[in-house]
């Protein structure tokens, strides 16, 4: 089983970036797919999670407006669109897996978000 991130990096205050999480080894149509992301210091929080494709979604107020999940499940990926980023929301962000059903469920390994100028 394998969650790999990718996309993440170094982006200035109001911009962009999208993250991507590709995942095998497992079927992941039975699986819901979340963001989690951890800041220095601070727990891991849920950053948007999606049921299946096409939703339904749930995002963390914060990033209600900014931040899109989405899922592309021939390509076993999901994906997260950031705009409007802000220097709060450096973190490592997390790709998570959890099985519909059993509860069984996976992590990535995370990929560094820095927002500063």
């Known amino acids: 089983v394998q969650l790999v991130e990718s996309g993440g990096g170094l982006v200035q205050p109001g911009g962009s970036l999208r993250l991507s999480c590709a995942a095998s080894?497992?079927?992941?149509?039975?699986?819901?797919m979340s963001w989690y992301r951890q800041a220095p210091g601070k727990e891991r929080e849920l950053v948007a999670a999606?049921?299946?494709?096409?939703?339904?979604?749930n995002y963390a107020d914060s990033m209600k407006g900014r931040f899109t999940i989405s899922r592309d499940n021939a390509m076993n990926t999901v994906y997260l669109q950031m705009n409007s980023l802000k220097p709060e929301d450096t973190a490592v962000y997390y790709c998570?897996?959890?099985?519909?059903?059993?509860?069984?469920?996976?992590w990535g390994q995370g990929t560094q978000v820095t927002v500063s100028s």
């Open positions: 999606i049921l299946s494709a096409g939703g339904p979604t």
């Open positions: 080894g497992f079927t992941f149509s039975s699986y819901a």
């Open positions: 998570h897996a959890r099985h519909l059903f059993d509860g069984n469920n996976y």
